[in-house]
């Protein structure tokens, strides 16, 4: 859990509520109002907000898969003055809800922070990502749903490798200390798959062994960060020359271009 102060004094707290298998439904939150980000299940939403007597002030939708949205519904029985934010592009999960793209901004000021929404296109084709840059102690917050996991990427479902490379590389440019909350804890296989790829990565292996015992002990592997990212990620690190000669070596291809070699990484985690 982060724990900071905004200008109001009014602590605020990041938790992730556990839903389905392997999901996190992140639950943004001071003493009195909470924002959550792609509730795919509502019940334990419900639970945590009843416990600590809080109101739903805003929901905010990365992308229409229904492991992020099917909790929406039953969620605006409960608290129906609740903000939705969803993409555009879309299907969007509620009829009240508020289609927003690309450099919109999404205000919670209950909370004090505002989002600004960036398109991030290859796991679906609408799918967006909510960034906060003043964030909590000074560390920026990134909401990206599917398109960027601690150690690897979302699969493509709709969009393409050219896509899903654009989409990344943008989210890569953010500041190092932006803290990445996505929505499913996969970074251990993830982590494994790099590992593969990128053996002599000496960061790589710490984070690794680092990994392993938090899952041991049930600790979430989340929030990752922007820096850590780019220094283990294999799909933020195609130009990296150890990388592509691992792909090249693997698929037998002249890989010259760093778009190849996302794809070629994508193909193999596919099946990895």
């Known amino acids: 859990m982060v724990n900071s102060n905004l200008l109001n ?16 439904i992140w639950l943004l939150a ?8 792609d509730p795919g299940q509502a019940e334990p939403v419900a639970r945590v907000l009843a416990e600590r007597e809080l109101e739903l002030s805003a929901i905010l939708i990365t992308h229409h898969h229904y492991d992020h949205t099917g909790g929406v519904k039953d969620l605006l029985k409960q608290w129906p003055n609740a903000k939705i934010y969803a993409p555009s592009a879309e ?3 509620a009829s009240s ?6 450099g919109d901004t999404v205000l919670v000021p209950e909370l004090g922070l505002e989002f600004s929404v960036l398109s991030v296109p290859g796991h679906t084709l609408g799918h967006i990502a909510f960034y906060e840059p003043t964030g909590i102690a000074n560390l920026p917050l990134l909401f990206c749903g599917d398109t960027l996991f601690s150690g690897g ?18 989210l890569a440019a953010l500041p190092d200390a932006t803290l990445v909350y996505c929505t499913h804890e996969y970074t251990q296989s993830n982590l494994a798959f790099c590992h593969s790829v990128e053996p002599n990565n000496a960061e790589l292996k710490k ?3 680092k990994i392993a015992k938090l899952r041991q002990q049930g600790v979430p592997s989340l929030p990752s960060s922007i820096g850590l990212e780019k220094a283990i990620n294999v799909f933020l690190r195609p130009h990296v020359a150890g990388v592509k000669a691992r792909l090249q070596a693997h698929t037998g291809l002249e890989l010259d271009e760093d778009i190849k070699v996302f794809a070629a990484l994508r193909r193999w985690k596919d099946v990895f």
């Open 97 to 102: 809800a508020i289609g927003v793209t690309d």
């Open 207 to 209: 984070h690794l062994q």
């Open 153 to 170: 990427c979302g699969r493509l479902f709709e969009g393409t490798p050219e896509q899903m490379h654009q989409s990344l590389t943008r």
């Open 91 to 93: 299907p969007l999960p």
């Open 30 to 37: 001071n003493n009195k109002q909470a924002v959550v980000v």
């Open 9 to 24: 004094n009014d602590p605020i707290h990041i938790s992730g509520i556990s839903a389905f298998q392997d999901n996190y």
